[in-house]
């Protein structure tokens, strides 16, 4: 993977494990030469991800709509930074542009983000990727309520693996790397 799109909180959360882990994941990917690409935020964790990204000389390509620049939350310190007219226009381009995606702990954002791209990934429109970073167990509920859709019958078990979910970055990684491309099942269940 050459770029890697992240979703995460445009606040801090309210431990140090989430502020760490933001660190942690910005230095790695520049580190290791992988362009990250987000929305743009100097806020949150998403601005920690991006200083330390560019501390460590990574390449940071932001993509943020043009009504969220003028609230003067933009970064302006980015390596690359395209300006969208609209939010669908922005996860369009930022999906394009991206290898594959990690979701760190969020809010409204962070989620609609991530089962968005899960969705089209479900629906075959890409087949890139997607990683859930749980950070200290913030998605322990969520994983859990994923399972119910399988247990209820909303989710098929096969499409469970579309989510790569991992606590560990370098595993995460490493799994994101070699996981296989491969037709999605069908989405419905009938
Ligand atoms: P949330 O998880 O609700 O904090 O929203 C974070 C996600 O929504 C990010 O991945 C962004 O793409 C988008 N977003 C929300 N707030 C902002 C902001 N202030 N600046 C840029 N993007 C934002």
């Known amino acids: 993977m050459n770029s890697i799109c992240i979703f995460c909180g445009s ?8 502020i760490e882990a933001a660190v942690h994941l910005g230095k790695t990917l520049a580190k290791r030469n992988i362009k990250i690409v987000y929305g743009a935020g100097n806020v949150g964790l998403m601005g920690e991800i991006a200083d330390a990204a560019l501390a460590e000389n990574g390449y940071v390509i932001g993509v943020i709509p043009e009504f969220l620049k003028g609230w ?9 930074l395209t300006v969208t007219e609209t939010m669908h226009q922005r996860k369009q381009l930022m999906s394009e542009i991206s290898d594959g995606f990690i979701a760190l ?5 962070t989620l609609d983000e991530l089962f968005e791209i899960l ?7 890409h087949q ?3 990683g859930l970073l749980n950070v200290n167990g913030y998605y322990d509920h ?34 994101m790397n070699s996981f296989p491309v491969r037709e999605t099942e069908g989405k419905w269940i009938t």
């Open 11 to 18: 606040s801090k959360g309210n431990k140090a494990a989430y």
């Open 72 to 80: 003067e939350v933009c970064h302006d310190g980015l390596s690359e």
């Open 105 to 109: 702990p969020g809010g409204f954002g």
């Open 119 to 125: 969705t089209w990934k479900q629906l075959q429109l």
């Open 128 to 130: 890139k990727p997607i």
């Open 142 to 175: 969520a994983i859990a309520h994923i399972k119910q859709m399988v247990a209820e019958g909303f989710l098929k078990e096969a499409n469970l693996d579309l989510l790569i979910i991992e606590n560990d970055l370098e595993a995460l990684l490493e799994k």
